[in-house]
């Protein structure tokens, strides 16, 4: 069934050091988000993409948070260098522009600690 | 942007009883309203949404209201069940893009 896909589901890291999530969107759906949640922030708009291009990356951290989309199947959300305030479940979304519905299909998660 | 704020927090209710999720928002531009429910250790799925052209609308044991004038809405299920028991986020926004709620942790008590 039809489904997004997130690796990894759980990361351990230490500060410092480079993550990178991945996120497969569902086939056919043309855009895609990232959010974070903390139980502080709830769920933070990070990066929102439509026809794989950025059209909206305010809510991150542009000094350590890129997120891109090499191509349609596969969206990445990189942080460089991380700190231990990013220890938070990230999750990737994708919908269909212009349906009925505006639904978004989200991932399990990507659950981030950074010691 | 988008403000949008969500109460209660957390919400008990015993089995069988109504409970009610209100949220309100800021941007008059907003004209879709998307309900989200939460389970443990899963993403967000959404259960019901609303257009701004409508006022109210129900699905089955869930309906929510929409008060365009005075920028909130309401999460209503009747006839609570355990399974119920999650983490429920409202949202306001235009198309795809949208902006949650903090969330209501619901406990159905058996």
């Known amino acids: 069934d039809a489904r997004v896909t997130q690796t990894p589901r759980h990361k351990v890291t230490e500060m410092g050091q480079e993550v990178t999530m991945r996120c497969q969107p569902i086939?056919?759906?043309?855009?895609v988000f990232w959010y974070r949640q903390t139980m502080m922030q709830g769920l933070e708009l990070l990066a929102y993409?439509?026809?794989?291009?950025?059209?909206?990356d305010s809510g991150m951290p542009k000094d350590r948070f890129s997120a891109e989309m090499p191509d349609a199947t596969l969206a990445t959300l990189k942080i460089q260098p991380s700190e231990p305030r990013d220890s938070a479940v990230y999750f990737c979304?994708?919908?269909?522009?212009?349906?009925?519905?505006?639904?978004?299909?989200f991932g399990e998660g990507s659950r981030l600690t950074v010691l | 942007g988008e403000n949008v704020e969500q109460h209660p927090s957390t919400l008990s209710v015993q089995e069988g009883d109504s409970a009610v999720i209100k949220c309100t928002y800021s941007?008059?531009?907003?004209?879709?309203f998307p309900w989200y429910k939460q389970e443990l250790g899963k993403g967000p799925q959404l259960i019901i949404d609303?257009?701004?052209?409508?006022g109210e609308k129900k699905d089955q044991r869930i309906a929510v209201t929409l008060n365009k004038t005075a920028k909130h809405f309401s999460l209503h299920i009747t006839e609570t069940q355990p399974e119920d028991s999650a983490v429920y986020f409202c949202?306001?926004?235009?198309?795809?893009?949208?902006?949650f709620g903090t969330g209501t942790s619901l406990t159905v008590i058996p």
């Open positions: 979304a994708s919908g269909a522009s212009g349906a009925n519905t505006g639904e978004l299909f």
């Open positions: 086939l056919g759906h043309n855009t």
């Open positions: 993409f439509r026809n794989r291009a950025p059209l909206d």
């Open positions: 941007d008059s531009a907003s004209n879709y």
């Open positions: 609303i257009r701004s052209n409508v």
């Open positions: 949202a306001a926004g235009t198309g795809n893009q949208f902006y």
